[in-house]
């Protein structure tokens, strides 16, 4: 029946650009106007055969530097203390000469792809690993970095790229948010990272600070009541409201509210059950390491196992990563705390053969300059800087694009962050250019007017 | 789908004499082929050919696959100049010269660059003879554009006759005939004050205002009814709220960097309700918020007229320290955006690129609304007259001179005690050494020397070895001493340090008016010894006074400080400061692509040319702010009063008649009733602009009053129900969910206006209107239901089910703690279960019970409670009532 749907599907069809509409309509279509149907959150056909049907974005927000990580330049060591001859290159402040990695490189696994020695365990998985080297975006801030790497713009008044799949694919579990973000306190920015903007408000990230199961959602507890003494007062409310829609035939949202109560009375139990990460055995623990950022990475893995569409795990709040003195230090320490958790976290999906269908990025919104600032830092540098992607259909093994000799900008096969959500949405079988939204008389898209699928990269 | 534009079939024939000859030289041609054209097929013509250009995906509107394209060029002006490298953008953005670099993915090799810098430089002679059709729209047909629906003035209508009574049922009712839908019937009395109540106040009738309408037989009862709610200040709380959604009313930003929130943001707030409770014609409404501070009236009244110019004042400020004019760009784009859809249904913000792809607004027109805002500010302007300004500056100017005398007086006693201890140098000097050195107690040398422990700590951290790189020089010999150096070497070096002092006049600490010396000396030891916050010998007043005020002179400063409590009291409280957006008006240029970097040509100031007289002769005077406003509040502006009109319709009926209240271009929807909707904005300006005049003309009619009931026939053809043959049922936004959860259980405190409070305070009873909406972190509730992103200009709310909302329900300690509230209301009104039961209908719905919803109440309250549970039976019962979707949905 079409009667007073709750955001209406009509209405929601009639935001939708021509794309998204075949995209929304065939899952609609496919069902009678149940309360799943009804859910803007049911899963939805893709454009094409999707590769992968999950993202984790583990978000190294701060920067981390290129030539220390992922991009080694020998030449670096040659040219120590020089001014580069990319001179002129502006940066968000004023850095000297060219600086050495403090780091040796190693070439790791079948492949030999050069990995630096702060890295080991993630060196071990190289082979599962492409790295995109020639990384660029638009503003050397972290804000707009931020803003753009998570939202694809560089004001804070766009839809972030989960809140798009969400919108796009829905989501495999109705009792968890299809979107939820990880990250203890705030990133810098904040909530504008995982806004749904002008979306609805159910495609919001969802998130999540304190691991603690029993405190992860919002009034998922209820202090108040046993559960058997909750599900009598449930059932009282299911026979109020069934009297009450009994004398309003036909209304769907009437009946999607009485389906939701339950759901979310589900929720209680499955929700909590998710983020625990205690129910591990030992041994999986152990191989993650310790800590916020290696719990949030195996939190990562049982949420994508129980069907969520799209992690994000900051690796911690601020930007950490931001490292304008001493990179050495500051970029051996994170590194130490975070190397053992994200090949974990590779591992584990591999075994489980959930890397297949689950895109992992790393990398952070910028890198930072081979010059140096101050005596031992390295400034923002959005000319040039590296991500890897593994799993989700994309080669492993694999060195993509490259940058100038100094790896100060990228020149070779140059990858737009636009770029790599085009790629992104084609591997989760969205076309980028389709996915739109109609929203203040013109179509809206991740991408905007830009962004190429990164064909060479995909397996 | 494109708005008429003539397209321009491009003729080069005059250029093709002098290109023919080169073109003749085959060599050149060879060249072409061999160097120039596979690179131009391989790395451009994917975003610069005719095909891009019909895929829609043609980039900066050059062509490369035709010798027209590039000789016509692009946004940013000519591409290749044949004969002169150094002319042109093409070998530019080869280069990676500008702001412009390509190919996208790569620079191409330094000896691909050259070929092209050698071609160019030869004639570049081109032999491809393709045509093209596609260079580029000539622009907007203005004249064609005048012809849509929207764009042109509202014409009165002929009534049409038929059975019923009001104009708006008779509209509606031609309608019903046109389209062959038979209406539902009326809804019950109950339904009906229930409906108008939730409506006009987002809060449910009391029992008793329900018995007094029910019984209430006069004909003139619902009139009186609606009278009743139009005069309750809770209207304007209500429909004050639907404006702040347009006006994406919120007191922070998005983001937080180098931004502060606007503490006085809640007093556009309480203008837009007070605005709407004193039903200020709207298009004083209209003006006020656009350029109130440009007013002349209300000369008196300054929070009437500056107070709603927190509709752009409190607008978006974006991070501005690399990227500014881009910034400023988008801080404009908020203003024009908000503006034009709000004021206007306009999507004026699509022209800032490129010319409206669908309606007829040139990218020029964009630049000249938005160069009225280039260069203003969001500030703060005192609500205050300016002689009562000057009372309070002239005040506050007194409580500052007092408080420097106070500063003054510390200043001297620090000044004093810090020259005793400049002469004791030597002796600081040693007694540090010995500190650092020997492991001394400093007290020891405090005792036994007299020296003050105060300088003596500052003294040692002073003379950390870590600081001896930026001592002066003075301290040269001292630091190169070693730790076990002779006393006789210290105290050497100790004295050489002390007479190396005595020439240094210790400045005043505080800095005295009109007195060069005085804290800003330029000296930089005696910045060192004195001034710096590192200093040894640098005393802040507040420390002065801990230490250095004796008892003698601190009557003195007694004295001194009764005169700023004084001066403090005497002076009248600050007055409040409204948001506003003011200065700038400088014009703009249009910014090709919208790129700050390539500017175009002059957009004058002015308003929407597609909006203006055909015949208007150049103004004598720059376009002002104030023009803008009046552009749009005037009568003769065909969207305004459509576009309000509409809004205040949708609000009522979940649907406008034009079902995109802020999209009246051609791509939003055309009009259900359009004789209905210029017959109502005809006659809302010819009534004064009066809102409430409008809510009686809809309410006072027999289609507000359908019931809310599905009718098989009529879904066939009109399921969507656009022609209203049915009431609707709608879902209570979360405002008036959360107001009527705190009114039932007898919570609500019904306090006006005033700062905002927050919502994540389970105790808070005030009316969600007026909690702290944000910009940076919405509230929860509000996200979870529905409540738009104050980013952005909302025309309507979303209305989704999620279970997160219901786990709010269940769970929540804002649920709980009404529920026990409502519980206990209950228990006060009946004897038994039964009568409470029934008194909790008539509060939660506004109806008495049915046996059989007595009977599941009656069983359920019988269970005995458990131990564990924390909630007795009709604390949960009363929960469930509240959680209820009868409770939720009004019909």
């Not at chain 2, 606007?262 to 943001?265: D, G, P, R």
């Not at chain 2, 919208?594 to 970097?597: E, F, I, L, V």
């Given at each position: 029946m079409n009667f007073q749907m709750p955001f209406t599907r009509r209405e929601l069809l009639a935001r939708t650009g021509t794309g998204l509409g075949a995209l929304g309509l065939a899952s609609l279509l496919a069902q009678d106007a149940t309360a799943e149907a009804a859910s803007p959150l049911a899963p939805k056909v893709a454009h094409f055969p999707a590769k992968a049907k999950h993202v984790i974005h583990l978000f190294m927000n701060g920067g981390p530097s290129q030539v220390d990580t992922f991009d080694p330049k020998p030449a670096l060591k040659k040219f120590h203390g020089q001014q580069p001859t990319t001179a002129g290159l502006k940066t968000e402040r004023k850095t000297g000469g060219l600086y050495q990695s403090p780091f040796a490189f190693k070439k790791c696994g079948k492949s030999g792809i050069e990995v630096s020695e702060i890295f080991p365990e993630i060196g071990k998985c190289i082979d599962d690993i492409c790295v995109i080297r020639s990384m660029h975006t638009n503003i050397p801030n972290h804000e707009p970095g931020l803003l753009l790497m998570t939202c694809g713009n560089t004001q804070p008044i766009r839809p972030s790229m989960g809140s798009w799949l969400l919108y796009g694919l829905g989501t495999e579990n109705q009792n968890l948010p299809g979107f939820v973000v990880l990250c203890p306190g705030k990133p810098v920015v904040g909530p504008a990272l995982w806004n749904n903007s002008f979306l609805p408000?159910?495609?919001?990230g969802c998130h999540i600070a304190n691991l603690d199961p029993k405190r992860v959602i919002d009034h998922i507890r209820n202090k108040n009541l046993t559960p058997e003494t909750q599900r009598e007062q449930l059932d009282l409310l299911n026979g109020l409201n069934k009297m009450h829609a009994d004398k309003r035939a036909g209304d769907d949202q009437l009946d999607a509210r009485i389906q939701s109560l339950e759901m979310a009375f589900r929720m209680q139990t499955e929700a909590t059950d998710a983020f625990d990460v205690s129910k591990e055995a030992t041994k999986t623990r152990e191989e993650y390491g310790k800590g916020y950022f290696a719990d949030a990475c195996l939190t990562a893995r049982r949420l994508v196992e129980r069907g969520v569409r799209m992690v994000q795990v900051f690796y911690g709040s601020g930007q950490p990563w931001d490292d304008h003195g001493d990179i050495e230090k500051g970029h051996r320490t994170k590194a130490a705390d975070s190397d053992k958790a994200v090949a974990a976290l590779l591992r584990d999906l591999k075994r489980s053969g959930l890397l297949e269908e689950t895109l992992v990025l790393w990398g952070g919104e910028f890198g930072r300059t081979p010059t140096s600032e101050g005596s031992n830092g390295r400034d923002h540098n959005h000319h040039g800087f590296s991500v890897f992607l593994a799993g989700g259909g994309v080669k492993g093994g694999m060195a993509y694009g490259s940058t100038d000799e100094f790896g100060f900008s990228a020149v070779e096969k140059k990858v737009h962050v636009h770029d790599l959500h085009a790629t992104i949405l084609h591997q989760m079988g969205i076309n980028h250019e389709k996915l739109t939204y109609r929203y203040s008389g013109r179509d809206f898209r991740l991408t905007d007017v830009h962004g190429v699928v990164v064909k060479d990269i995909l397996a | 789908m494109s708005w008429p534009r003539t397209v321009l079939a491009l003729l080069v024939a005059p250029l093709f004499a002098d290109r023919l000859t080169a073109a003749d030289d085959p060599k050149a041609v060879e060249f072409f082929e061999a160097k120039i054209r596979p690179v131009l097929v391989e790395k451009c013509y994917k975003c610069h050919s005719e095909k891009a250009a019909k895929a829609d995906k043609l980039r900066g509107g050059l062509l490369l696959d035709t010798v027209a394209g590039w000789q016509k060029g692009g946004d940013t002006g000519k591409a290749i100049v044949p004969g002169k490298p150094a002319e042109g953008t093409f070998l530019k953005s080869l280069r990676h010269e500008g702001e412009i670099q390509m190919p996208p993915d790569g620079k191409l090799p330094a000896a691909v660059v050259a070929d092209f810098e050698k071609w160019i430089k030869d004639g570049a002679v081109d032999p491809r003879t393709d045509t093209t059709?596609?260079?580029?729209?000539?622009?907007?047909d203005l004249e064609k554009g005048r012809q849509f629906w929207s764009l042109q003035s509202p014409k009165p209508q002929t009534v049409p006759t038929n059975a019923e009574q009001s104009s708006i049922d008779r509209f509606v009712r031609a309608k019903w005939d046109e389209k062959g839908l038979r209406p539902v019937p009326q809804a019950d009395l109950r339904t009906l004050v229930r409906r108008v109540t939730f409506d006009l106040t987002g809060l449910p009738p009391t029992p008793e205002e329900v018995e007094a309408f029910v019984a209430d037989q006069s004909p003139k009862a619902w009139e009186k009814l609606i009278n009743r709610l139009l005069k309750s200040p809770r209207y304007g709380e209500r429909w004050g709220r639907y404006w702040l959604d347009v006006a994406r009313y919120a007191e922070d930003q998005a983001h937080t960097f180098g931004v502060t929130p606007?503490?006085?943001?809640y007093l556009y707030r309480d203008w837009v309700i007070q605005a709407f409770n004193d039903d200020m014609p709207y298009d004083q409404f209209v003006r006020l918020q656009v350029a109130g501070d440009l007013m002349a009236e209300p000369k008196d009244d300054l929070f009437k007229r500056l107070a709603g110019m927190g509709f752009l004042g409190l607008g978006a400020e974006y991070y501005k320290n690399t990227a500014r004019e881009q910034a400023i760009a988008e801080e404009l784009d908020d203003r024009v955006d908000t503006l034009t859809r709000g004021?206007?249904?306009?999507?004026?913000?699509?022209?800032?690129?490129?010319?409206?792809k669908f309606d007829p607004i040139p990218t020029r027109d964009y630049y000249s609304i938005a160069g009225i805002y280039y260069g203003s500010n969001l500030t703060q302007s005192p609500l205050a007259k300016p002689d009562e300004l000057k009372k309070y500056n002239d005040a506050q100017a007194k409580v500052t001179a007092a408080e420097e005398l106070v500063n003054h007086f510390l200043g001297d006693a620090g000044k004093a005690a810090a020259k005793e201890a400049a002469a004791l140098t030597a002796k600081y000097l040693e007694a540090a050494h010995k500190i650092r050195t020997a492991k001394a107690r400093p007290q020891e040398f405090v005792s036994k020397d007299g020296l003050n422990r105060y300088f003596l700590d500052r003294w040692v951290k002073f003379l950390d070895p870590a600081n001896a790189s930026k001592a002066p020089a003075v301290f040269k010999d001292w630091f190169a001493l070693k730790a076990d150096a002779k006393p006789e070497e210290v105290g050497t070096a100790a004295a050489a340090v002390q007479s190396k002092l005595v020439s240094v006049d210790v400045p005043d600490i505080v800095p005295v008016k009109n007195?060069?010396?005085?804290?800003?000396?330029?000296?930089p030891l005696t910045k060192a010894m004195f001034l710096d916050a590192t200093a040894p010998l640098f005393v802040a007043p507040a420390d002065a006074e801990k230490m250095f005020v004796t008892a003698d002179v601190k009557p003195k400063l007694a004295e001194l400080r009764g005169e700023v409590e004084k001066q403090k009291k005497a002076s009248p409280v600050a007055p409040l400061t409204a948001h506003i957006v003011s200065g700038g008006e400088q014009g703009m240029k249009v910014y090709i692509r919208?790129?700050?970097?390539t500017k175009g040509e002059d957009a004058p100031k002015g308003f929407l040319q597609v909006l203006s007289k055909t015949d208007a002769k150049p103004a004598a005077k720059p376009f002002t702010r104030l023009d803008l406003a009046n552009a749009i509040a005037s009568p003769d502006n065909p969207l305004t009063a459509r576009v309000i009109v509409n809004r205040v319709w949708a609000w009522h009926f979940g649907r406008g008649l034009v079902n995109t209240p802020s999209n009246f271009g051609s791509l939003g929807d055309r009009p259900s009733h359009p004789e209905l909707l210029d017959h109502l904005a005809v006659e809302f300006v010819k009534n004064g602009s009066s809102l409430k005049w409008l809510h009686k003309q809809i309410l006072l009619t027999n289609v507000y009053r359908l019931a809310a009931e599905p009718n098989a026939d009529n879904n066939k053809t009109d399921g969507g129900n656009v022609y209203l043959w049915r009431g609707t049922r709608k879902r209570l936004d979360v405002e008036a969910w959360r107001d009527s959860l705190l009114g039932v259980s007898g919570n609500l405190d019904e306090t006006l206006g005033g700062p905002t409070f927050d919502l994540r305070d389970a105790n808070a009873k005030r009316r969600t209107v007026y909690a702290k909406i944000s910009r940076h972190e919405l509230d929860g509730l509000l996200r979870l239901f529905d409540f738009p992103d104050a980013n952005v200009t909302a025309d309507r709310r979303n209305v989704t089910t999620v279970p997160q909302q219901q786990l709010f329900a269940l769970n929540s300690e804002f649920m709980i703690a009404q529920a026990k509230a409502f519980a206990n209301r209950l228990e006060k009104l009946g004897k038994t279960d039964a009568d409470r039961v029934t008194a909790a209908y008539h509060l939660a719905f506004n109806r008495p019970p049915e046996a059989k919803e007595r009977e599941l109440a009656v069983a359920f309250l019988k269970m005995p409670a458990k131990p564990s549970d924390t909630l007795t039976r009709w604390q949960q019962y009363a929960q469930a009532l509240l959680a209820s979707n009868e409770f939720l949905y009004v019909d």
């Open positions: 408000g159910v495609y919001q | 059709t596609t260079v580029k729209a000539a622009g907007l606007k503490k006085n943001a004021f206007l249904g306009l999507t004026v913000s699509c022209a800032r690129c490129h010319d409206h007195k060069k010396s005085a804290g800003k000396t330029s000296d919208g790129n700050p970097a």
